[in-house]
């Protein structure tokens, strides 16, 4: 379904952005993986989507630096040759009230959630636009659509997320090139352990459940091929009712 594709995948050692790595790999794509911190766990994913016949390497990278972002994405270039894909799923939370919540808590989240995309997105841009093609996909979240309390800075980037891909979307489509976004709900990630356990928030779900990381990353893929070409501009939650 991929084949011949390079796909670069932000936050891609763990939860969401392994299952999306591994599930693009799967089906063809060869992986530019982007971490901050875990190389360990990057490289065990890397090793684990190269398992799939493809080629696929990790690269630290904090994509809130333009600078840093820059020159790992001209790293990128010269390895694979090119970029035909990118998912931003990057992300970071510092949950508290606003009220205790301090500006560095603020700024951080919105670095690494919102300013990280645009700093990625812009990397691509160009050659996206020169190629007359290219599939962007950003992983916002239920919380920037429906608010959260003690989420003030997190759901302030991912609302910001949707417009910067509405924004994206429109500017890029007389170029060939789609960008939607992917709004998870509570899915069985490190960043939800703490509620995994939670009956009372799996019954405000009205399918019950948490979702899993492959199931986001089914979507993602969707998303990534032929079969969504006539889509971009779109919001598409995977959240097991919980928005709607």
Do not use: W
Request: aromatic letters at 6%; charged letters at 25%; glycine letters at 10%.
């Amino acid at each position: 379904m991929l084949k011949g594709k390079v796909a670069v995948v932000t936050g891609g050692s763990r939860g969401i952005g392994r299952a999306v790595c591994l599930k693009l790999a799967e089906n063809g794509a060869d992986i530019a993986l982007i971490y901050a911190g875990n190389e360990e766990k990057a490289q065990e994913t890397a090793r684990e989507a190269a398992a799939f016949g493809v080629r696929a390497q990790a690269y630290r990278c904090n994509v809130a630096d333009f600078a840093e972002t820059t020159a790992v994405f001209k790293q990128i270039l010269t390895d694979f040759g090119g970029i035909h894909i990118l998912v931003n799923n990057a992300g970071i939370t510092r949950d508290k009230l606003l009220l205790a919540m301090s500006e560095e808590d603020f700024d951080a989240v919105v670095d690494v959630n919102l300013k990280g995309a645009f700093n990625t997105i812009k990397q691509v841009y160009r050659p996206f636009s020169r190629q007359r093609s290219g599939k962007i996909i950003n992983i916002t979240s239920v919380s920037g659509l429906m608010g959260n309390p003690g989420q003030a800075n997190y759901a302030a980037s991912k609302a910001g997320l949707v417009g910067l891909t509405k924004t994206v979307a429109k500017e890029l489509a007389s170029r060939g090139v789609c960008c939607n976004a992917v709004a998870p709900g509570f899915i069985e990630t490190d960043m939800t352990r703490d509620f995994t356990d939670n009956e009372d928030l799996k019954n405000s779900i009205p399918l019950k459940r948490f979702g899993k990381p492959e199931e986001i990353a089914q979507l993602v893929l969707f998303l990534a091929s032929d079969a969504s070409n006539y889509i971009t501009g779109e919001v598409i939650r995977c959240d097991g009712g919980m928005a709607m």
